[in-house]
């Protein structure tokens, strides 16, 4: 009897299963073994019994969710293959975040990816994404639809650094989520020659740190001490983005809040959340990069998950290629934000239950 790819991998209520190793990729519920593509809240929850991921997702789940976050932990070594009962698997960079990895299940011949979320664009703070050849790739849509283009992420850091040549007097606030976003913003400053201190609201910190202590050069990146808000006079401060808009943000000289998503590119929601200064930088692919990694994984079938599945579906159908939406449920395709501080965190994050902070 020939193998289908269901057998490789199905659907449960805790997300995506593979029967034949009898554990869940990124799942939703605790579960006796779950494959983590990376440390983002709706996709590494704590409460599972084995937890496979790559060393540095690992680190990041125990600095999140402290050193009991699982039962038993292994790490996954970048292109090590592991068989795990009648499959084999190895994970690949994905580019997204620090430690992020896309997943590879074999058998027979026969191989599915499921890429996590992802980008293309460069990133001095993680491995750049590496496309693997497939005849199943499980893609994210989370802007899988053809309006969305990320524009030159340099460009974005550039607009943040002419402000505040142009404004020097006013501190600028700029949200980011906590764990990727925020780190890749400071490097990109760094970059473009910002060697200033970098200030940075509490719930940054712990990760920041996590990042230093992983090799990224983040230069000086203090803490902001309540009571100097009121002497930041061109000062960068990094903060989650449920802080730009609340009285935490206004104890700042004038200042100017901006907001660093991909969703900056729609205007109605910068004006939705008070930005006055919208920084289009995403920590996922674009149309195009979604459209161009397909085709480069030549992969038969495609399966679309949280985002924008009917887009891309269709985008594929008129390629040829086979494709269908999982319609996976717990994961962050709308809103954007940190979960709030002393939340749960087998609880989905953001204002919005479903999400946030996925959609970088």
């Known amino acids: 009897m020939s193998q289908s790819a269901s057998d490789l991998l199905t659907l449960t209520r805790e997300g995506l299963y593979c029967p034949l190793g009898r554990f869940h990729v990124d799942p939703t519920r605790p579960v006796e073994r779950a494959l983590i593509t990376h ?79 992802y980008k293309r664009a460069a990133d001095p703070t993680c491995l750049p994404f590496e496309v693997v050849p497939c005849d199943v790739f499980i893609t994210e849509a989370t802007f899988g639809l053809p309006v969305f283009r990320h524009p030159d992420t340099r460009g974005e ?62 230069g000086e990146t203090p803490k902001v001490v309540a009571a100097d808000r009121k002497t930041l006079h061109g000062a960068i401060v990094l903060c989650p983005p449920s802080s730009i ?17 991909g969703w900056m590119r729609v205007r109605a929601r910068a004006r939705q959340k008070g930005v006055e200064l919208p920084l289009v930088i995403s920590d ?41 939406p999982l319609h996976l449920l717990g994961y962050g395709d709308d ?7 002393g939340q749960d965190p087998g609880q989905d994050p953001g204002q919005d239950p479903r999400m946030e902070e996925a959609s970088a």
């Open 157 to 218: 850091v550039r607009k943040l650094l002419d402000s505040v040549a142009l404004f020097p007097e006013r501190a600028h606030i700029v949200g980011a989520y906590a764990l990727g976003k925020a780190q890749r913003v400071m490097a990109l400053l760094r970059e473009e020659g910002w060697d200033r201190p970098i200030h940075l609201h509490g719930a940054m910190e712990k990760l920041t740190e996590l990042y230093k202590r992983e090799g990224v050069p983040l």
């Open 39 to 117: 440390g983002h809240a709706d996709h590494a929850r704590a409460g599972h019994g084995q937890v496979l991921a790559t060393p540095e997702t690992l680190r990041i789940m125990a600095v999140r969710y402290g050193e009991d976050f699982c039962a038993t932990r292994q790490e996954a070594r970048l292109g090590e293959r592991m068989r795990i009962g009648d499959v084999t698997v190895f994970f690949a960079p994905a580019g997204h975040v620090l430690g992020s990895a896309q997943i590879a299940i074999e058998r027979a011949g026969q191989r599915i990816v499921v890429s996590g979320d």
């Open 284 to 324: 996922h692919s674009d149309w195009p990069d979604l459209c161009r990694t397909i085709l480069d994984t030549n992969a038969e079938e495609v399966w679309v998950t949280h985002g924008q599945e009917d887009a891309l579906v269709h985008w594929c159908g008129t390629r040829g290629i086979r494709a269908k």
């Open 245 to 261: 808009q609340d009285l935490w943000s206004r104890k700042f000289p004038d200042p100017v809040t901006a907001f660093a998503s």
């Open 335 to 341: 809103g954007e934000a940190e979960p709030d501080p």
